[in-house]
């Protein structure tokens, strides 16, 4: 095992930094790594915007839910699905690129273009001995991010990404076994396996939770998810997306 697939099989989300703001050189080298990440068809279609203003740090912790360290960390990127370059682009080009920068596959590039990118930044990050955490909660409130941020029609901010010198280390959380997500040849939908092999995980994560609260916690993941996708959450998005210019045919 060498140290690149060491460093990413030990991720774990830090909720905790040091108050060391990050060097530009590093800032650079995490901004080049996640420009180096595969993009369809060379289209690139994100940007990275890097939030150092104190003030606009504290908005943005309020309106992701209060979360400290989306305030207080090394430093603060925003991953953003942007196709407003393009539509420029077709302008200059005299060129109409309107229906297609409106289709769902765009819209679906963007999105992955910008994830692979910043899965890029993280690990380039952590094998730097920095922590990082994603941050979804700026999905609270796009429109508010988006006008923070000075955002034009065709960008929208997809996540946060805290990055900074950890103050503690916690436990790597457990994943799903490799049975229940690689599938060879077909999906292998058998309720009863699928079933076993989500059982054995939940006693997994009850132990996990159990020994990082002293017994205070113990819940199964079965049951998280259950209640997670009980409520209706963030349900302007259709809405906001079509707003932005993405996703209308």
């Known amino acids: 095992m060498n140290e690149t697939i060491e460093t990413i099989l030990k991720h774990r989300s830090i909720r905790q930094f040091k108050n060391e703001p990050l060097r530009e050189e590093q800032i650079r080298t995490i901004v080049s790594s996640a420009q180096a990440a595969s993009t ?19 908005k943005l912790s309020e309106l992701a839910g209060n979360q400290s360290y989306v305030e207080a960390n090394g430093h603060f990127f ?4 942007d196709l407003y370059r393009h539509e420029r ?39 730097m001995g920095l922590g990082i955490c994603y941050i979804g909660g700026i999905r609270n409130d796009l429109e508010s991010v988006s ?8 960008v929208i901010p997809l996540f946060g990404l805290a990055v900074g010198y950890p103050e503690g280390i916690s436990d790597v959380k457990p994943r799903l076994p490799m049975e229940a997500v690689y599938h060879e040849d077909s ?12 059982d054995r995980y939940d006693e997994t994560i009850s132990s996990y939770y159990h020994a990082r609260t002293a017994g205070k916690r113990s819940d199964r993941w079965t049951v ?24 209308k045919r």
């Open 78 to 81: 925003v991953f953003c699905a």
């Open 187 to 198: 999906y292998q939908s058998d309720e009863t396996t699928m079933k076993a092999d989500l």
């Open 40 to 58: 369809s068809s060379y289209i690139q279609a994100y940007t990275i915007i890097g939030v150092k203003d104190p003030e606009k740090k504290k």
């Open 147 to 154: 006008e923070l941020l000075g955002l034009p029609e065709r």
């Open 89 to 127: 682009i077709g302008e200059w080009e005299e060129t109409n690129v309107i229906p297609s920068l409106e289709s769902t596959e765009k819209f679906m590039v963007a999105v992955i273009d910008a994830s692979l990118a910043a899965q890029n930044a993280s690990i380039a990050a952590e094998s």
């Open 224 to 247: 998280q998810m259950a209640k997670m996708l009980s409520g209706d959450k963030r349900m302007y998005m259709k809405e906001f997306v079509e707003k932005k210019g993405f996703n």
